[in-house]
């Protein structure tokens, strides 16, 4: 990271990214990731184009990057049959060329689907034909490329039920449609990893035991899932999900990777718009101990903040009066969290492979 040095504390912080980022400080069993920030519908609008210093910060410190919004459906088939790479193109290069993986996000989605899909007049046999020539089409492009898909996200609601009225797909298609997109990715790359991804399953509960089941299922039919994704968009003023480690290890004893594919912490903003002193502080421990489950539990592959800078979160759009979430401030300063996680990898590092 380049930071500024002209104080003590800059100097302190340049001699620390001397030492390298956090991905230097990760095991190899422990992916560093993050979001790649991307607004509206074209590449112009991605940091990663226009700012050279988060061009710096990505490569310093991530291994893994996932694009926040330039995989989904929305971005790459804006018109029916017309495929725009050019935003994931660039992410894909970039992470090629500083030794990076990519997570691609996501195939099946309730969300971001285009207008022409959304409010298309199509049967369940045309919709059938669509999903299947756009996973074919992404996921073959992007085969060897892109190491890991969501294939499918966020499909079930919070007493663990498949989300049929809201998500297009699922609606038309129903429940079968799941193990057709997870084959139909396979089909288009073998080696890529497939996961099932959502929010609100950090704890044992009817959502995440619902996913439980429906994973188990899936791979006691042989359809091609390996790994779950826990989004973990964690809220200060709730409670810290205590049983995250046993939630965790339940997924790895099925056979599964799991990954924290979406951390992010917020709290309320002050009127500077930042976070308190006490919040910044308890942040930091929530980073921290979050990294250490991660390092801990086994079949953990990845840890994926939802993206690089506190200003560039969805959290202040989505939750008003709160935000902060990340481990960087808007100009690049790192927060006490990013320090903590930083530490947390450097001791948990040297343990053991488990
Ligand atoms: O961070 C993404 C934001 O820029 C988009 O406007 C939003 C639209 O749905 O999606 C956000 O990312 C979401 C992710 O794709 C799935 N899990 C929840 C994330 C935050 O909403």
Known sequence: MNIPTGSPAGHQRADEQSQGGLRAHAPDRLRIGAAVAGYGRTATTMPLLTAARYRQVLAAEFSSLTPEN???WEWLQPAPGEFDFAAADAIVDFAAEHGQHVRGHTLLWHNQNPGWITGGDHSPEELRRLLRTHIQTVVGRYAGRIQHWDVVNEILDDDGRLRTEQNPWLGALGPEIIADAFTWAHDADPDALLFGNDFDVERHGAKSDAWYALLRDLRSQGVPVHGFG????????APFPEDLPQNLKRFADLGLRTAITELDVRGPVTGEGGLSE????????WYARITRIALDVPGCESLTPWGVLDEQSWVPGWFPGTG???LLHGDYQPKPAYHAVREALAAGGQRPTA
């Open 70 to 72: 330039q995989t989904k």
């Open 230 to 237: 826990v989004q973990g968009h964690l809220d200060m003023s």
């Open 278 to 285: 006490e919040h910044l502080d308890q942040q930091a421990d």
């Open 324 to 326: 902060g979430a990340l």
